[in-house]
């Protein structure tokens, strides 16, 4: 397995709460990392396309180093953040300037002088006058000479930028020609094609794959994703809630059918409780970026912990994923332990039948992150589910369903006045959203929306997917309570 071509890597290291997410925030341009007042709020490799004056780089963001035992959790963390320094460009080290040097950042620095990749040592916090002894300590790392930065503030950054540029800037320049070229090439071929008269696919089947995988803590979420990529790319162990932040890993998967490299985009997500238990402002944090992952995934991977069953949370978080839109699976982890997993697996089906009323058929798979069974299967549907939550389907065919669908039941007349369905028409992809307009729609039965809505599914091949429905009626002038379509007009819709 094969990662995309990356930009060059800059790895931001340090102990706990020196500001470390800060800076990441600052050099990515938006909040992607977690950040808070308590130490070791980060614990996952987070990474992020930064750029400073036009340098483009790839910033990652670690765990705070502590000097802990390894096998506890502090260590694992230390571990993670060590093996991050293996494919670095550059590393940032970063202290606190106005606390001044401690043992913790003298062991921090020894070790960085005893690594391969280059160092640009950040005295964060630098703002105002306070950080200066700290700064005056710093040089005795041996390191050279310290960049004053305030992360919070913004200060320092052009310091930065000349302290980096020696370092990383042949790499991004060769890279920002070879996409430039690239991209390039994509739009001759758009262009040749719209010279053809051809029309250019919606979708294109080999485009990287969001994939989120979602579920209650300890339900083995990073296990699964270090086993896909084979590596211990994100912190696991025995802690439930391990994860807080949500990790996105860009991979190359071999399509074990038709032996194609695919990319995926695997995003880990925080474990969510019930919301009656999340009490903690961290945790919230960290549920909240989770289900910020799920907004902008294709796929959505619900994992079930095989030894726990189903249970109303995770009906809770298919829920909210299928109202969200996103193309949901299933998939129930720690099968090589499971007990009678045969009475498990139509427990589990039978079980969603019922309780995703809203939603049936959703595709449900055996899998296990410690051995690797049912992995490939997994992906192989995710792609299908995909294709089929982007499918447009071509007008004749939507038109000759709708008249079928009216031919083998004709909308009802209640107190003898005929509900019109005039047409259907496709108005957007992911998900796949409809709208049918006709007259007297604030009078169709919600049962008879859901015979199209079922119609569409079963007969247009959208399968387990969210699909959108809204009715719309030409608005009459002198009904303003019914003549834009009631309670659906304005493209409302169900699913």
Not at 197 to 210: F, K, V, Y
Not at 385 to 397: F, G, H, I, K
Not at 433 to 455: C, M, Q
């Amino acid at each position: 397995m094969k990662a995309p071509k990356a930009l060059p890597q800059v790895v931001i290291i340090g102990r706990p709460n020196v500001g470390k997410s800060t800076l990441f925030n600052r050099l990515v341009g938006k909040r992607l990392a977690l950040v808070d007042d308590q130490p070791g709020v980060t614990r996952d490799r987070r990474k992020g396309v930064a750029g400073l004056a036009g340098l483009e780089f790839e910033a990652v963001d670690t765990a705070g180093w502590e000097n802990e035992d390894d096998a506890s959790l502090p260590g694992r963390m230390r571990a993670q953040t060590q093996v991050s320094l293996k494919d670095a460009d550059a590393a940032l080290f970063v202290i606190d300037s106005r606390a001044g040097l401690t043992p913790l950042d003298e062991e921090i620095g020894q070790w960085l002088r005893e690594q391969e990749v280059p160092v640009v040592l950040i005295a964060n916090k630098a703002e105002g006058r306070g950080g200066e002894s700290g700064i005056l300590e710093a040089y005795s790392l041996g390191l050279g000479e310290p960049i004053p930065v305030s992360a919070e503030h913004g200060e320092g950054v052009a310091d930065l930028y000349s302290a980096l540029f020696p370092l990383i800037g042949d790499k991004a320049e060769r890279l920002e020609i070879e996409a430039e070229a690239e991209a390039a090439i994509a739009a001759d071929k758009a262009r040749a094609a719209a010279e053809a008269g051809e029309e250019l696919e919606e979708l294109d089947p080999t485009a990287p794959l969001s994939i989120a995988i979602v579920g209650r803590p300890n339900a083995g979420k990073s296990t699964l994703i270090n086993r896909l990529v084979d590596e211990d790319r994100l912190l696991t162990g025995p802690e439930a809630g391990i994860t807080r932040d949500s990790i996105a890993v860009d991979w190359t998967w071999t399509d074990p059918q038709s032996g194609e490299d695919r990319i995926i985009k695997l995003i880990d997500t925080a474990g969510m409780r019930k919301r009656a238990k999340v009490v903690d402002k961290l945790e919230k944090l960290s549920v909240a970026d989770g289900l910020n992952a799920v907004d902008y995934a294709e796929v959505v991977v619900l994992l079930l912990d095989a030894t726990r069953g189903l249970e109303v949370q995770d009906l809770k978080i298919a829920s909210r994923v299928i109202e969200e839109g996103r193309a949901l699976m299933i998939a129930i982890n720690k099968w090589d332990i499971a007990e009678d997993p045969s009475s498990l697996f139509n427990g589990v089906k039978d079980a969603l039948q019922e309780g995703l009323a809203q939603l049936r058929g959703v595709p449900l798979f055996a899998v296990s992150a410690m051995t690797g069974k049912g992995l490939d299967t997994m992906l192989s549907a995710a792609f299908k589910l995909r294709e089929d939550w982007s499918r447009r389907v071509p007008t004749a065919a939507l038109n000759r369903w709708f008249d079928d669908a009216l031919s083998a039941n004709p909308p009802p007349a209640p107190g003898g006045r005929r509900i019109k369905l005039r047409y259907i028409t496709q108005v957007g992809t992911r998900p796949p959203r409809f709208v049918i307009f006709g007259s007297r729609l604030f009078d169709l039965p919600t049962s008879y929306e859901r015979y199209l809505l079922n119609g569409i599914r079963k007969s247009l091949g959208f399968g387990a997917v969210p699909v959108r429905l809204s009715l719309k009626s030409p608005k009459n002038p002198y009904d303003a309570n019914r003549g834009g379509g009631g309670k659906f007009s304005g493209g409302q819709g169900r699913d």
